[in-house]
Nanobody, 122 residues
Framework: QVQLVESGGGLVQAGGSLRLSCAAS????????MGWFRQAPGKEREFVAA????????YYAGSVKGRFTISRDNAKNTVYLQMNSLKPDDTAVYYC???????????????WGQGTQVTVSS
């Protein structure tokens, strides 16, 4: 299991940007595919983005494609989510998650962080 801690959430106006970070513990971070998910009040958790263990392949939900960018630095055991052109509908608690194996996917995540709140005002 890998331990995950998110940071970087906050309050931003519509059209603004935020960068979320997720720091992972353990020596095997580079063997995990990583993902970002979000959960808005009263809604189910939904997939946002995923990145292959090597960082060369990414995968996005349609609602964020072109606005959000997932990246990772395996030397720093950290995955990022750069969020641009934010909308009020992006308001949610954002979670990072780790998936055993190299392949980016929206399924199969077993380790989760505690979440960080992102609020976008109109």
């Amino acid at each position: 299991q890998v331990q995950l801690v998110e940071s970087g959430g906050g309050l931003v106006q519509a059209g603004g940007s935020l960068r979320l970070s997720c720091a992972a513990s353990g020596r095997t971070f580079s063997s995990y595919a990583m993902g970002w998910f979000r959960q808005a009040p009263g809604k189910e958790r939904e997939f946002v983005a995923a990145i292959r263990s090597s960082g060369d392949i990414t995968y996005y939900a349609g609602s964020v494609k072109g606005r959000f960018t997932i990246s990772r630095d395996n030397a720093k055991n950290t995955v990022y989510l750069q969020m641009n052109s934010l909308k009020p509908d992006d308001t949610a608690v954002y979670y990072c998650a780790a998936r055993s194996g190299p392949d980016a996917s929206q399924f199969g995540y077993k380790s989760w962080g505690q979440g960080t709140q992102v609020t976008v005002s109109s």
